[in-house]
C-alpha cells in the first residue's frame, strides 16, 4: 500500500519513517522552546546583553560632604543607580521626567545625584522584585562575600510613581568596610528606614 506524503508517493514502512522523523524534530523545537521559556521566567526579569558593570573599573573617590547620602546612617558615595519597571504595563518615565520620579524614590535624591554623578542604567522590563534583585547583584557583583567586610553595599527595592511601580537598584561605596553587603527593602515605605539624604 503506498501513502502520499509532502507530495510525494511512498509505502507503508517509508511513509512511517518520515513521519516519525517529522514528529521527533517538532517534539525537539518544542522541547528547545519550553527550556528557554523556564529559564526567563525563573530569571524574574527579562534579560539584555551588556547589563554588567565591572565595579573594579570605577574610580574610587571620597565620600561627598555635601548632599551627605547615608546608609544606616553611615556616609556613602552613590556610585551606580539602576531603575527599571516592573511589569510591562508599567510607563517608564522619559529623561525629562527622571528627576520628579527619583524623589519619589527618595526626597533630594536628585541634589545626590548633582554631586556624586553616579552611573546611571536604565534596564528593560522586570517581572518581580526578587529577578530584579537577583539580576542586578549578578550583574554588579560586590566585592568579597557579598560586599561584606568591604567598603561596598546594594541596596535594590521598588517603589511607586505614577506611571506605576519602579524597581531602584543603588552601588553605594564608603569611606571605611562595613558589614551590609547586599540590602533588599521588600516595602517601598522601607526606603526612608535604610537611605536618607541630608543637604548641608
Known amino acids: 500500500m503506498n501513502i502520499e506524503v509532502f ?31 523556564t529559564r ?18 570605577l574610580e574610587l573617590q571620597p565620600v561627598p560632604k555635601q548632599a551627605l547620602l547615608e546608609v544606616y546612617g553611615l556616609p556613602m558615595r552613590l556610585m551606580v543607580l539602576v531603575l527599571a ?45 526578587r529577578g530584579f534583585s537577583r539580576s542586578f ?3 554588579l557583583k560586590l566585592p568579597g562575600d557579598d560586599g561584606k567586610g568591604t567598603r561596598w553595599c546594594g541596596v535594590v527595592g521598588p517603589f511607586d510613581t505614577a506611571g506605576g511601580r519602579l524597581l531602584a537598584g543603588m552601588i553605594l561605596l564608603a569611606d571605611a568596610p562595613n558589614g551590609y553587603g547586599q540590602i533588599e527593602i521588600e516595602h517601598e515605605g522601607h526606603w526612608h528606614n535604610v537611605v536618607r539624604v541630608q543637604i548641608n
Open 137 to 139: 547583584f549578578a550583574n
Open 85 to 129: 519597571p516592573a511589569g510591562r504595563s508599567v510607563i517608564f518615565p522619559s529623561r525629562d521626567q527622571l528627576p520628579q520620579n527619583v524623589e519619589l524614590l527618595i526626597p533630594r535624591l536628585t541634589s545626590v545625584l548633582d554631586h556624586h554623578q553616579p552611573i546611571y542604567r536604565s534596564w528593560p522590563v522586570q517581572l518581580s522584585p
Open 40 to 57: 526567563r521566567q525563573r530569571s524574574g526579569g527579562i534579560e539584555t546583553e551588556n547589563l554588567a558593570i565591572d565595579l573594579n573599573s
Open 7 to 37: 507530495g510525494i508517493n511512498l509505502s507503508g514502512w517509508q511513509a512511517f519513517v518520515v513521519i516519525a522523523i517529522a514528529v521527533v524534530v517538532l517534539l525537539s523545537i518544542a522541547v528547545i522552546v519550553i527550556r528557554l521559556l
